[in-house]
């Protein structure tokens, strides 16, 4: 098997029936025998009243999680650079996106097999999304992966009139699957059930517009809504949650040209902050090669590994050190939040976090960290409102980390409020 190969299955846990298996960077499929034998020695296990959660082996490393004694989910990564907090944090959207799609009462009461395996096919690209390496990071973040456009101000004008007259509350603007501006009661969602709806908007193939039924894991589990999408140009989206009026074609013909059409313009522009998720009149220090800032407040986070794309598109071979670049911050990003910064978010609400044992014992709890490789150097700061983590070129002395971080910190929160 390939280094860098996911395999992902899911299983009914009262009879281990396999429902389905995707994979990621490989050929070739697990054999029955192989995923029998992972579901039959999780079956063992809980017989003995024994918690298994996860295990290694010389090339691989499995994780089992089982969700309402009904599914059973198991994922194994050939990647041991990988860690139990990325595949924990993986399990858990593809348990949620099959919620979305298909809604919690099916998963929980199963009556028909086989229907329900036809069913999960309409989750196939969602949850195949989160099994390759992306854009964004609210995958692993839990939190809304957004973008700072120059005209937010005049968008978000236009997002609250369009969506007032769909007769909803609930609206935002996406560009490449990153929230442009969204309704104040957008914000008021869940994070996770955001994060999924803007990970399903983009997973989906291209449509003018689409009427998709959707259900929000955390907020309506067992009663759908209705999520309307609108493509306003190539790569921008307005969507709404509605209820069951208005129709599709109503909307579709009566206002989005007539909400739309005169800020063409704003639009556009925010194809031009995509890759980078702000604006190039942000400064940032030069040696910065990737950036993840996340509003704990808000739930809303700005990434890109493409910091100064005009340098970056001089390089031949980008494509490759892009990869390796969202690998490296993603892993620290991973090793920060497992065992230095505190599991509690600024909410007060605590989510199911997988420390490592050995700070457990520690009185107090990291508020800064890095680390130096042969490749990179990354830097992560703990504020009451943000995390801040870059991941930075090998020349940049060790002891600038924390100024550059703090400046790069004031840059976001006082001249680019985020």
Not at 236 to 255: A, N, R, T, W, Y
Not at 285 to 314: A, C, F, W
Not at 365 to 393: E, G, I, P, R, W
Request: glycine share 4%.
């Amino acid at each position: 098997m390939e280094e860098s190969s996911v395999f992902l299955l899911c299983l009914t846990a009262t009879s281990g029936v396999p429902l389905y298996c995707r994979s990621k960077s490989s050929s070739r499929q697990l054999t029955f025998s192989v995923i029998g034998s992972l579901n039959g020695v999780h079956m063992f296990a809980n017989n003995q009243d024994v918690l298994l959660t996860s295990t290694r082996t010389e090339n691989s490393r499995v994780l089992w999680r089982t969700f309402h004694d009904s599914i059973n989910l198991i994922v194994m990564s050939c990647d041991m650079k990988t860690s139990d907090h990325s595949l924990n944090k993986l399990l858990e959207n593809v348990f949620s996106a099959m919620v979305l799609v298909i809604g919690l009462e099916d998963l929980m009461n199963i009556k028909n097999v086989e229907r329900l395996k036809k069913e999960l096919r309409a989750c196939y690209k969602l949850i195949d999304s989160f099994l390759t390496e992306s854009e964004k990071m609210g995958d692993l973040t839990q939190c809304v992966d957004c973008v700072i456009a120059h005209d937010a101000a005049i968008l978000q004008e236009c997002l609250d009139g369009f969506t007032q007259a769909a007769e909803s509350e609930f609206g935002c603007l996406l560009t490449g699957g990153k929230v442009v501006v969204a309704t104040e009661k957008w914000w008021r969602l869940a994070s996770q059930d955001v994060m999924l709806l803007c990970w399903l908007v983009s997973s989906l193939s291209t449509h003018s517009s689409r009427d998709y039924p959707v259900y929000l894991p955390q907020g309506s589990p067992t009663v759908p809504h209705r999520l309307l999408t609108f493509q306003l140009v190539p790569g921008v989206d307005v969507c709404i949650l509605c209820g069951p009026s208005p129709s599709l074609q109503k909307v579709q013909s009566e206002l989005v040209e007539r909400f739309w059409k005169p800020v063409l313009d704003p639009i556009k522009s925010c194809l031009r902050v995509q890759l980078r998720s702000f604006p190039a009149s942000v400064p940032l220090h030069h040696g910065i090669q990737g950036i993840l800032l996340v509003n704990r407040d808000l739930n809303k986070s700005l990434y890109t590994v493409q910091v100064h794309p005009m340098e970056d598109m001089q390089r031949s071979d980008m494509k490759c050190i892009l990869e390796q670049r969202r690998e490296a911050l993603r892993s620290f990003y991973a090793l920060a939040m497992s065992r230095y910064f505190h599991p509690e978010h600024h909410d007060g609400k605590n989510t199911v976090q997988y420390e490592e044992s050995f700070p457990m014992g520690f009185s107090h709890h990291a508020h800064q960290c890095y680390t130096v490789s042969s490749s990179n150097k990354c830097y992560a700061m703990k504020t009451d409102l943000h995390f801040l983590f870059l991941l930075f070129k090998t020349d940049v002395p060790t002891f600038s980390m924390r100024a550059i971080a703090n400046k790069t910190m004031q840059v976001f929160t006082k001249d680019f409020t985020f």
